[in-house]
């Protein structure tokens, strides 16, 4: 079974912390996808990887940033994290066959609430 | 990618079948038909997807039309565990993006 990782599954932090959110696959993978959760607006993507060290902004990357060092990990930064980031948070991942990314595998999530 | 049309709610019975529509009438041809659900507080988790054939795993059945225009997710004995938001999209795969619209939230009643 594909298994993916997030580093909390609760997070509190304050108004201007860095904050970094963790995940981990284990299904050697090549692609991986941040997304937030908010009521109302669904899921949407923030930033996604094709490969180590690659990154590509998704539909609202602003006030994020993502890195890549190695293939199994996609960490979520927040610079200077802000109430409006109080959010859940959702890594996936998949595989590509033949150039089509295939199913995505979602981690469990991280409620983060920033105060 | 194509959008995708949901009934925002559905009730079932537990023991019966759960059918859940979804269209997507601007589909194109190298677009697969996608189902994931998200139990509350949980991630998404995908459920089963195909192109053109009707497809079945041990989840649930996938049922697209003729046309390609409307499918139906089918959970053949619905129980209280399956109550989720279930989401239908439709993607090419050449990103690996995907659209979450609003999805159908399904009550499993005793």
């Known amino acids: 079974d594909v298994k993916v990782t997030q580093s909390s599954r609760y997070l509190v932090k304050r108004t201007g912390e860095k904050v970094f959110l963790e995940c981990v696959q284990d299904m050697d993978h090549e692609n991986m996808f941040w997304y937030r959760q908010d009521p109302g607006l669904g899921l949407r993507l923030i930033y996604f990887?094709?490969?180590?060290?690659?990154?590509e902004k998704g539909d609202i990357p602003e006030g994020y940033s993502v890195s890549r060092e190695k293939k199994e990990r996609f960490s979520l930064i927040l610079e200077s994290a802000s109430t409006n980031q109080t959010s859940m948070y959702l890594c996936?991942?998949?595989?590509?066959?033949?150039?089509?990314?295939?199913?995505?595998?979602f981690g469990p999530g991280t409620r983060l609430l920033v105060l | 990618d194509a959008k995708t049309t949901q009934p925002p709610s559905m009730d079932c019975a537990e023991g019966r079948a759960a059918n859940l529509p979804c269209n997507h009438s601007?589909?194109?041809?190298?677009?697969?038909v996608y189902w994931y659900r998200q139990i509350h507080s949980q991630g998404p988790q995908y459920i089963i997807h195909?192109?053109?054939n009707n497809e079945t795993n041990e989840m649930a059945s996938l049922i697209i039309t003729e046309d390609r225009k409307s499918s139906t997710l089918i959970l053949p004995h619905a129980t209280l565990r399956d109550t989720a938001v279930y989401y239908c999209i439709v993607t090419s795969g050449n990103t690996g993006k995907l659209i979450f619209g609003q999805g159908t939230t399904l009550q499993v009643k005793p």
């Open positions: 195909g192109l053109k």
């Open positions: 601007t589909i194109s041809g190298n677009e697969y």
């Open positions: 990887s094709y490969d180590v060290k690659m990154k």
């Open positions: 996936a991942s998949s595989t590509s066959t033949g150039g089509k990314r295939e199913t995505q595998y």
